[in-house]
């Protein structure tokens, strides 16, 4: 019955590191034009719907490489909040990537670009979350844990 709790904490907290990592993607992406973009007329609303789809995406994306890194954090009890901001900043950049990690490296202004810059940072803010919400209890279902 414990891990049965524990499966659904994990995936609430994975909703909300999704919602995160959205969040600070969009209005990092959404910041430096924000002057032009409320003199346009923009609704405050349509950047929250945004980061909803954003969130669905992200959530699709990225939840088979989440779900290896979070076996591993409960299978191994790693409850440290700088392992999950680090493995979520590195599964964001590395998804950003892609396949081939090696097609940008000849252009340095395209490789720490400010898209891949707001993809380490919203893998960071999702890390965070993650552990804030289940994160720091890994692997205490476990009899020894």
């Known amino acids: 019955m414990a891990a049965a709790g524990r499966i659904v904490t994990m995936l609430f907290a994975y909703a909300l590191a999704s919602a995160a990592a959205s969040t600070v993607f969009t209005l990092g992406m959404l910041n430096p034009h924000w002057d032009d973009v409320s003199a ?3 609704p405050p609303a349509a950047a929250w719907a945004i980061v909803a789809v954003g969130a669905a995406i992200i959530a699709a994306a990225a939840f088979l490489p989440a779900l290896a890194i979070v076996a591993i954090a409960e299978t191994f009890a790693l409850r440290s909040v700088l392992v999950y901001a680090a493995l979520g900043g590195a599964l964001a ?5 892609g396949i081939d990690l090696s097609s940008d490296m000849s252009e340095p202004d395209t490789y720490f ?3 891949r810059q707001l993809f380490a940072a919203s893998g960071i803010a999702g890390g965070l979350v993650y552990w804030l919400f289940a994160g720091r209890r890994a692997g205490a279902w476990t009899k020894s844990g």
Do not use: K, R
């Not at 950049?93 to 990537?97: G, I, R, V």
């Open 40 to 42: 346009a007329g923009f």
């Open 93 to 97: 950049l590395a998804m950003s990537y």
């Open 113 to 115: 670009s400010h898209e």
